[in-house]
C-alpha cells in the first residue's frame, strides 16, 4: 500500500511537470484546502486579493464551521455553495452559476437601493430569467434629456469572461458612486443597464478551462442567438428564439443610445456591419475567412472612434497581437465585422439599422472560458474600457423636439443628412446621436408637421443641445426617413422603466404628465477636475442651438445673443 501511495505521487510530480496547468489547479486547490483547515479551527485567517481599485478587499472564504460563511473558490475541495457576502460587498474572481448571479445582483439591489434596480427582460428556452440590473443616480425613472446605454454578456453560453466582467462593473460603480467624481457624474447623467447573461442555458451547458469548440455556445434549442435577429441585407429565416424576441421587445422600449456586447474567442472590437450585400451562406463560427471585403455604416467614422475608445484603454487590445498564429491579427485592435468574417442575422447590426443604437462587438479573451484564477487579469485589462467607453453616449448632438406650444412630439424621425440610417425621438420628444466634431445638417420629419432642417456644429468638449420646434401642416407628412419594422417589436412603452418624475434642475423644475420642461440640467464632465460642470438649456423657446464662441463670427440667419462661452442661435 505504502508502494502503491509513493508510486502514485509519482505520477502526479511527472504529470505537474509536463502539464503546469493541472501544476497550477493542484496548488490552487491545496491552498483551498489550507485556508478550510484554518478556518475549521476558527483562527480566522483567509486568502486576500489586492484590490485593482477603492472598491475595498476582496476575500475568497470556505465555509468556517457554525459561522454561514461559503466559498467563492472554484477549486474548493469541500465542494460548499458559494454565495455573494452583503456584509461586507464583496465579489470574488470566480464563475458564478444562474443562482449565485440571482443572488448576487438581488442582495446588491438590496444594499444599494438608491443606485440599482433588478428586472428580467424574459425567460430562456429553458425558463432561467434574462436578468438586467440598472446602475444610476436615477434608477428606476428615466432622466429626462439624459441617455439609456446597455451591456450585454454572454449571448454565447461558453464564452464567460464578459459575464463576470458585467458583474464586476456593477460592483465597481456601486462602491465608487461616493468617492470617484468621475463615476458619480457618469451615474448622475446615464442610465446604464447591463444583462450580464443573455445565454444562461448555453453557460450551464459549457465547462470552465475550454478556450475553443461549440459546446454551450447554442441556447438549449441549438440556435446560435447571435445569428437570430433581422437582417439589413437578407432575409433571416431562422426561427426566433425567446431570448431574441426578449432582446427585440427590451430595445422597443427603451431608447438606447449606445450599446456593447461582450464575447470571447479573440481580442479585438468590431464593428458595423456584420454582413454585405454580397455575403454568401453564414460561415462557421470555428473556421472563418480573412479575405473578406469591409462592409461600411453612413457612421464608420463614430464607429471606428468608439472602437478604438475601447481599445486603446484596453490593457493589451489596441497592440493588434493575432491570439493564434493561424488567426489574424488587428491593426488597433479593432475591425470592421464583415472584414472579418460576415454573418446574417447579428445584434449590432439590429441595434443601429433598426434603433439607431450604436452596439459594438467586444471580444474581451482569447480563450473563450479561460480558468477563474485568470479573471483577475481580465478585468483589470477591460475595467477602464468599460466605463470609458459608456462615457461616449455623451459625444454629439442631443435635445428635444417640441411643437410651437412646448409638447414633445413622439416618433419623430430624424436623419443626420449623408448618413442615411435613421433615429426616432421617445415620448418626451427626446433625441440623441452620437457624432464627432463638425459640422451637420440635421433634418426632422413628423407625421402633421412640416418638416425642417437644422443646421448644427459638434465640438469635443461636450455635447450639443439642439432644440427644433415643428410647425403643424395642414396635411400629413409622408415618412421620409425609412427604418425597418418588425412585426414581433412591442411598441407598448413599459411603466416602470419609463416614468418621470418632479425634481430640482437648478431654479426649474420638470414638469409630469404635460410634458414640458421649463428648464433641466445636463451635466458634462469637467476635464480640469474629473467632476462636472452645469449648464440649462431652455427647450421651450423655438430651435435653439448652442455652440461655443469661436474664433470670428458664427454666420447663420437668426438672432444671436451671448450668454458666458456660448452664442445662443434663435430662429
Known amino acids: 500500500?505504502?508502494?502503491?501511495?509513493?508510486?502514485?505521487?509519482?505520477?502526479?510530480?511527472?504529470?505537474?511537470?509536463?502539464?503546469?496547468?493541472?501544476?497550477?489547479?493542484?496548488?490552487?486547490?491545496?491552498?483551498?484546502?489550507?485556508?478550510?483547515?484554518?478556518?475549521?479551527?476558527?483562527?480566522?485567517?483567509?486568502?486576500?486579493?489586492?484590490?485593482?481599485?477603492?472598491?475595498?478587499?476582496?476575500?475568497?472564504?470556505?465555509?468556517?464551521?457554525?459561522?454561514?460563511?461559503?466559498?467563492?473558490?472554484?477549486?474548493?475541495?469541500?465542494?460548499?455553495?458559494?454565495?455573494?457576502?452583503?456584509?461586507?460587498?464583496?465579489?470574488?474572481?470566480?464563475?458564478?452559476?444562474?443562482?449565485?448571479?440571482?443572488?448576487?445582483?438581488?442582495?446588491?439591489?438590496?444594499?444599494?437601493?438608491?443606485?440599482?434596480?433588478?428586472?428580467?427582460?424574459?425567460?430562456?428556452?429553458?425558463?432561467?430569467?434574462?436578468?438586467?440590473?440598472?446602475?444610476?443616480?436615477?434608477?428606476?425613472?428615466?432622466?429626462?434629456?439624459?441617455?439609456?446605454?446597455?451591456?450585454?454578456?454572454?449571448?454565447?453560453?461558453?464564452?464567460?469572461?464578459?459575464?463576470?466582467?458585467?458583474?464586476?462593473?456593477?460592483?465597481?460603480?456601486?462602491?465608487?458612486?461616493?468617492?470617484?467624481?468621475?463615476?458619480?457624474?457618469?451615474?448622475?447623467?446615464?442610465?446604464?443597464?447591463?444583462?450580464?447573461?443573455?445565454?444562461?442555458?448555453?453557460?450551464?451547458?459549457?465547462?470552465?478551462?475550454?478556450?475553443?469548440?461549440?459546446?454551450?455556445?447554442?441556447?438549449?434549442?441549438?440556435?446560435?442567438?447571435?445569428?437570430?435577429?433581422?437582417?439589413?441585407?437578407?432575409?433571416?429565416?431562422?426561427?426566433?428564439?425567446?431570448?431574441?424576441?426578449?432582446?427585440?421587445?427590451?430595445?422597443?422600449?427603451?431608447?438606447?443610445?449606445?450599446?456593447?456586447?461582450?464575447?470571447?474567442?479573440?481580442?479585438?472590437?468590431?464593428?458595423?456591419?456584420?454582413?454585405?450585400?454580397?455575403?454568401?451562406?453564414?460561415?462557421?463560427s470555428v473556421f472563418h475567412s480573412y479575405t473578406s471585403q469591409p462592409s461600411l455604416t453612413p457612421d464608420d467614422d463614430v464607429f471606428k472612434h468608439l472602437s478604438l475608445t475601447y481599445a486603446n484603454n484596453h490593457g493589451k487590445m489596441s497592440r493588434g497581437v493575432a491570439c493564434k498564429t493561424a488567426s489574424p491579427s488587428f491593426e488597433n485592435g479593432i475591425t470592421n465585422g464583415a472584414a472579418w468574417y460576415p454573418l446574417t442575422g447579428g445584434m449590432q447590426d439590429f441595434n443601429y439599422v433598426w434603433h439607431g443604437c450604436m452596439e459594438v462587438t467586444l471580444e474581451v479573451s482569447c480563450c473563450k472560458f479561460p480558468p477563474a484564477y485568470e479573471l483577475r487579469k481580465y478585468w483589470d485589462d477591460n475595467q477602464l474600457s468599460l466605463i470609458k467607453f459608456l462615457a461616449e453616449a455623451h459625444r454629439g448632438v442631443q435635445g428635444f423636439v417640441v411643437d410651437p406650444t412646448g409638447n414633445p412630439i413622439e416618433r419623430a424621425q430624424l436623419k443626420i443628412k449623408g448618413r442615411d440610417i435613421g433615429f426616432t425621438t421617445t415620448k418626451y420628444g427626446e433625441f440623441w446621436r452620437v457624432?464627432?466634431?463638425?459640422?451637420?445638417?440635421?433634418?426632422?420629419?413628423?407625421?402633421?408637421?412640416?418638416?425642417?432642417?437644422?443646421?448644427?456644429?459638434?465640438?469635443?468638449?461636450?455635447?450639443?443641445?439642439?432644440?427644433?420646434?415643428?410647425q403643424p401642416s395642414k396635411r400629413t407628412t409622408p415618412n421620409i426617413v425609412q427604418q425597418p419594422s418588425s412585426s414581433s417589436f412591442n411598441t407598448q412603452q413599459s411603466s416602470m422603466l419609463d416614468t418621470v418624475a418632479t425634481h430640482s434642475a437648478g431654479t426649474g423644475s420638470l414638469a409630469v404628465g404635460g410634458g414640458q420642461a421649463d428648464r433641466i440640467t445636463v451635466h458634462f464632465p469637467d476635464p480640469a477636475t474629473g467632476g462636472a460642470s452645469m449648464r440649462q438649456p431652455q427647450p421651450q423657446q423655438p430651435a435653439i442651438l448652442a455652440l461655443p464662441v469661436a474664433n470670428g463670427d458664427v454666420a447663420r440667419q437668426g438672432t444671436a445673443t451671448t450668454n458666458g462661452d456660448r452664442i445662443i442661435f434663435t430662429e
Open 435 to 470: 457624432l464627432l466634431p463638425g459640422v451637420y445638417k440635421l433634418e426632422v420629419y413628423a407625421d402633421g408637421y412640416v418638416p425642417k432642417d437644422v443646421d448644427f456644429m459638434v465640438v469635443e468638449q461636450h455635447p450639443t443641445l439642439l432644440n427644433v420646434t415643428l
Open 1 to 284: 500500500m505504502q508502494l502503491r501511495i509513493r508510486f502514485g505521487a509519482l505520477l502526479s510530480l511527472l504529470w505537474c511537470v509536463v502539464n503546469p496547468t493541472f501544476a497550477a489547479t493542484q496548488l490552487h486547490a491545496a491552498r483551498s484546502a489550507s485556508v478550510a483547515q484554518q478556518a475549521a479551527k476558527g483562527d480566522g485567517e483567509v486568502r486576500a486579493f489586492e484590490p485593482s481599485s477603492n472598491v475595498g478587499q476582496i476575500f475568497s472564504l470556505d465555509r468556517a464551521a457554525g459561522g454561514g460563511l461559503y466559498a467563492f473558490d472554484n477549486f474548493s475541495i469541500t465542494h460548499e455553495p458559494r454565495a455573494y457576502r452583503p456584509d461586507i460587498g464583496a465579489l470574488d474572481f470566480v464563475y458564478h452559476n444562474q443562482e449565485e448571479m440571482t443572488r448576487y445582483l438581488r442582495e446588491t439591489v438590496a444594499r444599494y437601493p438608491n443606485l440599482t434596480a433588478l428586472y428580467s427582460i424574459g425567460k430562456s428556452a429553458q425558463g432561467r430569467d434574462l436578468w438586467v440590473l440598472v446602475v444610476s443616480a436615477s434608477p428606476y425613472e428615466h432622466m429626462l434629456g439624459k441617455p439609456d446605454v446597455k451591456y450585454i454578456g454572454n449571448i454565447h453560453g461558453n464564452e464567460a469572461v464578459g459575464r463576470e466582467l458585467l458583474l464586476h462593473l456593477i460592483q465597481y460603480l456601486v462602491s465608487s458612486y461616493g468617492s470617484d467624481p468621475y463615476i458619480k457624474w457618469l451615474l448622475d447623467n446615464t442610465r446604464i443597464h447591463i444583462l450580464p447573461s443573455l445565454n444562461p442555458d448555453g453557460y450551464a451547458a459549457s465547462k470552465e478551462g475550454t478556450c475553443d469548440g461549440g459546446q454551450g455556445r447554442y441556447n438549449s434549442r441549438g440556435f446560435d442567438l447571435n445569428r437570430n435577429f433581422p437582417d439589413y441585407f437578407k432575409q433571416n429565416n431562422k426561427r426566433s428564439q425567446p431570448e431574441t424576441e426578449a432582446v427585440k421587445d427590451w430595445i422597443s422600449k427603451i431608447q438606447f443610445v449606445l450599446s456593447g456586447s461582450l464575447h470571447g474567442g479573440a481580442l479585438v472590437v468590431s464593428y458595423p456591419y456584420d454582413n454585405t450585400p454580397n455575403a454568401r451562406l453564414p460561415l462557421s
